[in-house]
């Protein structure tokens, strides 16, 4: 298995709402990754862990809050988002510098 | 500051010739470079990548090739396919520890015409 999953591939959720999106990776990657990328724009690091440890936040609004249960799963739940926090978000593994790979991303729209 | 850039946001070239795609870097700590392509409202798909160690990487109709006095990279599609127009984003990172950043360039749109 090669590839990075991601579930819902669309959601859209009001300004209350609480959700999580998923992300699932069997390739035995020890780095996984949120991205966010809006139109027109190149990704944008959201955060990293590794070995299930939260290694990375770049300066993330608490409105988004990411878990990694165990080394193949990683979520991010997010809570009272703005409309501009809509974008697709991207999960990404990688083992080192290689096999850096990226699932198919879920297009968030907050209303 | 923007440290991968890719300073032609589009291309166009005829099938069957030559794409190149242009990467240029400001910090010389990176030492691995990636080139992704990316269709609206998916995630990126790794195409090919290099070492710093190296000057060329080839993969079929890919090659990168790197120039790391200049810090610039390239991407050649020969020959290029009406199936290859997308976005191409270069993408560096830096060795040590266990996270692998990347920063991205923001992104050639090529246009392939048959």
């Known amino acids: 298995d090669t590839e990075v999953t991601q579930t819902p591939k669309h959601l859209v959720m009001g300004m209350t709402n609480k959700k999580s999106l998923k992300c699932e990776q069997h390739?035995?990657?020890?780095?996984m990754y949120w991205y966010k990328q809006k139109a027109k724009k190149p990704p944008e690091l959201m955060f990293v862990y590794s070995y299930e440890k939260l290694s990375i936040n770049e300066s993330v609004p608490s409105r988004f809050s990411p878990e990694c249960p165990n080394s193949s799963l990683l979520n991010l739940h997010l809570h009272a988002l703005q409309p501009e926090d809509s974008a697709l978000y991207l999960c990404?593994?990688?083992?080192?510098?290689?096999?850096?790979?990226f699932g198919s991303g879920t297009r968030l729209t907050v209303v | 500051d923007q440290q991968v850039k890719q300073n032609s946001p589009s291309l166009s070239v005829q099938e069957g010739r030559i794409s190149i795609l242009n990467c240029d870097y400001t910090n010389s700590m990176f030492d691995y470079f990636l080139w992704y392509k990316k269709y609206p409202a998916e995630g990126p798909t790794f195409l090919i990548s290099i070492s710093s160690i190296k000057d060329k990487n080839e993969d079929g109709r890919f090659t990168v090739f790197l120039n790391k006095s200049a810090k610039h990279l390239s991407l050649h599609i020969v020959p290029s396919q009406p199936g290859d127009s997308a976005v191409y984003f270069c993408?560096?990172?830096?060795?040590?520890?266990?996270?692998?950043?990347?920063?991205f360039g923001k992104g050639t749109l090529l246009t392939v015409n048959p």
């Open positions: 390739m035995g990657h020890r780095a």
């Open positions: 993408a560096a990172s830096m060795s040590g520890g266990s996270n692998y950043k990347l920063t």
């Open positions: 990404a593994s990688s083992q080192e510098q290689v096999g850096y790979t």
